[in-house]
């Protein structure tokens, strides 16, 4: 079973929402801090938020994406509005547990008209 399984990418259009989904398995249940990360076309990979106790945003999406977290699911959500052309990557979940980063193998988001 893979460690984190990635849902919800897709085509968007601009000032749209969507949203992403992350469920972990149980080999990595209790995650210190769950988040995700994007990486455009020539770009590095970034972080876009991440949680522990809070969340922590990439000043990027500051007042357009939610991260959430239920501790039951083991799982990890996006929500992301005012969509963007820039925020157009895949997105990679990760979890973080003693001292180990664990990766999803990726969503794409396409913000596009």
């Known amino acids: 079973q893979a460690p984190l399984v990635e849902s919800g990418g897709g085509l968007v259009q601009p000032g749209g929402s969507l949203r992403l989904s992350c469920a972990a398995s149980e080999s990595i249940f209790g995650a210190t801090t769950m988040g995700w990360y994007r990486q455009a076309p020539g770009k590095q990979r970034e972080l876009v938020a991440e949680i522990a106790r809070w969340g922590n945003y990439a000043d990027s999406v500051k007042g357009r994406f939610t991260i959430s977290r239920d501790h039951a699911k083991n799982t990890v959500y996006l929500q992301m509005n005012n969509a963007k052309p820039e925020d157009t990557a895949v997105y990679y979940c990760?979890?973080?547990?003693?001292?180990?980063?664990?990766w999803g193998q990726g969503t794409q988001v396409t913000v596009s008209s």
């Open positions: 990760n979890a973080l547990k003693g001292g180990i980063n664990y």
